[in-house]
């Protein structure tokens, strides 16, 4: 525990790999003074959910996982000094058990230029945490229990949350499958920049009451998705979102504030745009009211299956490619999907099993599952809108979030 102590007060970035996981304190100790940290754990009976949980909520941490026992490692870096040895991220780990550690110093051990490409790798091939995954293994942990045997609970574990497992040294052992390799992409987009980024946008608007009458005391969410868009549309038009540099969280703070103020203040909040905020509440409210079940699903003719799709912006917004106005946009939707599959499509992707960021990803990429006309910000605006956990994300809103400084792949 002394090592995270003393590097804790001038400590700017770690990367934390335990395979155990059982105490916050040493991560605290670096995220409360303002440490970036980067944690590999391994889901286990000895990784409790809640210290998962308390991770995830920490701005400053990204966390990652693996459910195979195959990863051992134990390799702790912070700056320009490093602790390799036998200790878990525990409290028997750093307090009680007789562990052996050795501690390397960048400017004077040569072997610690070799430890952050090895923890890049493990990182690299870990899986992203996100909250359905969390939900999953906290029900997992609650069927399973606490068994003596690890290959039990891994066996048990692996049918709620799926297989990682860590490369070996092995030829050939980091390969990943292809879906795999692109839902870990997907996950780390939304679950590891975007999701936080809305977070803290919303968490700023919330903290200073910085919102417009006719939003007050509605869905918070609808407020943020029309003041990204606003600041996209007046204060980064064109390619400006791509010449803003990126910022650390207090120059992001302020950037953020000085946009909300104009946003409080601004006359016209359409602004070029496509709605007014009284028809988006309406919009919002009609797609999550027709959407809500299979059974609601199921009733809608074609007439009321795109009249209440036109309420995410990036599908309204594929009226840029098409000509005609909205009966235009209309007419090309339906020849391009049955209605058929429109339904099927949507009830999987918003009533089907296993995790949301999967379908999700079946309606991107598979070609069993996804419509013409309703790509990634469709999709994934679709599933904000209906999904507690996740905020509505579009092109538009992406390229605001970078414009304010969050490092985002718009």
Known sequence: MDFFELTAPSATSAMLAS??????????????????????????SVT??????????????????????????KLYIVDDRAMVGSANLTNAGLMTNRE??????????????????????????????????????????????????EAEFESHLTKHVGKV???????????????????????????????????????????????RPEFAGGDVEIELNRFLGWTRLIH????????????ERPARRERTLNYLQDWVHVG????????????????????REGFTSVTSIEAMDYDEMFD???????????????????????ADFAQRNTLTDIKETLIYLLHGDGLMLERAYDCIFDEKWRLGRFGENCVMELVGWMTPDRPPVNGRTLKALRFLGHDIPA
């Not at 016209?268 to 919009?283: C, P, Q, V």
């Open 19 to 44: 395979p155990f996981f059982s105490t916050y304190e040493p991560i605290e100790k670096l995220t409360r003074r303002g440490c970036q940290v980067k944690l590999i754990v391994r889901l286990c």
């Open 100 to 149: 052996v550690s050795i501690v390397l110093h960048r400017d004077r051990d040569a072997a610690f230029e070799e430890l952050p490409a090895l923890f890049e790798t493990f990182w690299n091939h870990a899986g992203a945490m996100t909250s359905e995954i969390l939900a999953a293994y906290q029900a997992a942990y609650r069927l399973i229990g606490n068994p003596k045997e």
């Open 308 to 330: 209440t799709l036109c309420g995410c912006h990036a599908f309204y917004d594929m009226l840029r490619f098409v000509s005609g106005g909205l009966p235009g946009l209309k």
């Open 236 to 247: 980064a038009p064109g390619d400006a979102w791509k010449e803003s540099s990126l910022a």
């Open 48 to 73: 409790p959910p809640a210290v998962v949980a308390k991770a995830m909520a920490d701005p400053l941490v990204t966390l990652r996982y693996y459910t195979s026992r195959g990863f051992h490692a």
């Open 268 to 287: 016209d909040t359409r602004a070029g745009d496509m709605y007014y905020a009284e028809e988006e509440l309406g919009n919002i409210a009609r797609l």
């Open 165 to 211: 497992d860590p490369p070996s040294a092995k030829a050939g052992s980091e390969v990943m499958s292809k879906r795999r390799s692109f839902l870990e992409q997907l996950r780390r987009k939304y679950d590891e920049r975007v999701i936080p980024a809305f977070r803290e946008v919303k968490d700023i608007m919330l903290e200073t009451g910085l919102r």
